[in-house]
């Protein structure tokens, strides 16, 4: 891409793959214009703001909330996957795809954002986009036209010289139907989200984190993992690397892409989540790593989780509560072999076993709340739904005077 600037009247000309674009300088009556593929601004200034108007139309309030709500990784933990050599190779390649998968709570998303955050922390160069899919968000927090419209509006903002063929696009759509009332669609979405990625790679390396894909449901998961590999097949010569996490299912295998499955690394990591979970707490005074018994509990914790994170950190709690009562090995030990292994079961578990009677009411208050809110709660629209909950459900409330 050649750029050139200048003062004339005729306007300043970018030169890029679309077809001149030029930036006028001279008077004019309208403040846009397509004349025989030349497309017009008066100003520099109008175009940072066209563009601004359009970034923000592709973007929605929602489109970092699971990525921002990722609980923080355990320290020393996510390390192994730098120095693995499957990683290493993705990286070192012109472009490629990394595949990582795991069964549910095995920690794909932590280590999504670990990688992520580790590019930026190393400065490299290019650019990084991202987005979390969730199943109990919004719409477009789980939809492949809610991924399409976050990574472009994420590309253009950080690719400035992508923009004047965004403005072109919204020009060009704006008088066919009228004004801003249109709306984006799908499939023009994934087209110019293609034509951006190619175009900002051959310039610049281009990383995308695509995270939970499988949350998307089968039927859009297949669709984007067959749209990520043409991406990648369409990169050439490009600096494009794309890094997908999933469950093992709908994505069942891909012969073009570098996989690493959770369960067979993250290990170590559970083990070190457990032990210092167990000693850095309150738990710590009767938790010894010198005693046999207390190493046996650990080691019963480990080989419980079987690769999952999310059991390890659901069973800690009861485990250290049964710990600070006094509770002997033997009874614990009971009581971790009557514990489920499968996640699913060990919600269903804590729902019959584990939370108190006397909170249980106030327990499926919050359940119905966030099942049936339109959106996801915020903490404070969560406690005063909760407190009017409570409040109806009081006798002196609801007693007449």
């Not at 709690?317 to 006094?326: A, N, V």
């Amino acid at each position: 891409m050649s750029t050139s600037f200048g003062n004339n009247s005729a306007g300043v000309q970018l030169a890029a793959n679309h077809g001149p674009v030029f930036f006028s300088s001279g008077q004019q009556k309208t403040p846009q214009e397509i004349d025989n593929g030349l497309y017009r601004i008066e100003s520099f200034e109008l175009l940072i703001i066209v563009a601004a108007e359009v970034i923000t139309s592709l973007g929605f309030p929602q489109m970092r909330d699971r990525r921002d709500n990722i609980e923080p990784r355990h320290i020393n933990t996510c390390q192994w996957i730098l120095k693995l050599e499957k990683y290493q190779s993705w990286k070192s390649q012109s472009r490629g795809l990394l595949w990582v998968k795991g069964k549910p709570g095995a920690g794909k998303s932590t280590l999504m954002a670990f990688l992520h955050d580790k590019l930026e922390q190393d400065g490299g160069q290019g650019i990084r986009l991202d987005f979390f899919f969730t199943a109990r968000g919004t719409e477009l927090q789980h939809s492949p036209l809610g991924m399409f419209r976050s990574l472009l509006s994420q590309i253009f903002n950080r690719d400035t010289t992508l923009r004047p063929k965004l403005c072109e696009i919204d020009e060009q759509r704006s008088e066919q139907f009228g004004g801003d009332k249109w709306e984006w669609p799908r499939v023009v979405l994934e087209k110019l989200l293609t034509h951006a990625i190619l175009e900002s790679a051959s310039r610049q390396h281009v990383t995308i984190f695509v995270d939970a894909l499988d949350e998307a449901g089968s039927e859009s998961a297949q669709q984007l993992a067959a749209y990520f590999h043409r991406l990648i097949d369409r990169a050439g010569k490009a600096s494009l690397h794309v890094c997908i996490s999933c469950r093992h299912y709908p994505i069942v295998r891909s012969n073009r892409a570098i996989e690493v499955h959770m369960e067979d690394r993250n290990h170590d990591d559970i083990a070190a989540y457990i032990r210092d979970t167990l000693t850095d707490t309150d738990v710590g005074v009767s938790f010894s790593e010198d005693s046999e018994m207390d190493q046996s509990l650990v080691k019963q914790l480990i080989q419980q989780a079987n690769g999952s994170f999310q059991w390890a950190h659901i069973i800690i709690p009861p485990t250290e509560r049964k710990i600070l009562e006094g509770e002997s090995f033997d009874e614990i030990d009971r009581w971790l072999q009557e514990a489920p292994y499968d996640l699913e079961e060990t919600y269903t578990y804590i729902l019959r076993n584990v939370i108190e009677a006397r909170n249980r009411e106030q327990s499926l208050l919050l359940f119905q709340w966030v099942c049936l809110a339109e959106g996801p709660l915020t903490l404070t629209e969560t406690r005063y739904a909760l407190a009017v909950g409570i409040a109806q459900n009081m006798p002196y409330i609801n007693s007449e005077p």
